[in-house]
């Protein structure tokens, strides 16, 4: 079964740390750039990051940039997204998603990340 399931998610205060995690099944994780998208209540979908098939080249959107860290393990099938200084309008669902912002073909059902004080 072709799939994406994300964890890590939760409740922060300003400042803190998360660190997002999906786990990619059912088809070759290496072969695809992958991507994290993220959707605050009553807006659109946002790309976040994204990063190459090797891991060497890594993109992101310039509100997280200095923040956030996007990894992938290969061996592992895994998607990280190291997020620091998290600030309330991070406020969203994070989805782990296959493709580069405008071919994106496969996304999870999203974990939660929620920041306040």
């Known amino acids: 079964q072709v799939q994406l399931v994300e964890s890590g998610g939760g409740l922060t205060q300003p400042g803190g740390s998360l660190r997002l995690s999906c786990a990619a099944s059912?088809?070759?994780?290496?072969?695809?750039?992958m991507s994290w998208v993220r959707q605050a209540p009553g807006k659109g979908p946002e790309w976040v990051s994204g990063?190459?098939?090797?891991?060497?080249?890594?993109d992101y959107t310039d509100s997280v940039k200095g923040r956030f860290t996007i990894s992938r393990d290969n061996r592992k099938n895994t998607l990280s997204l190291q997020m620091n200084s998290l600030k309330p309008e991070d406020t969203a669902l994070y989805y782990c998603a296959r493709g580069r912002a405008n071919s994106i073909d496969l996304r999870g059902q999203g974990t939660q990340v929620t920041v306040s004080s």
């Open positions: 990063i190459s098939i090797g891991g060497g080249m890594k």
């Open positions: 059912g088809f070759t994780f290496s072969n695809y750039y």
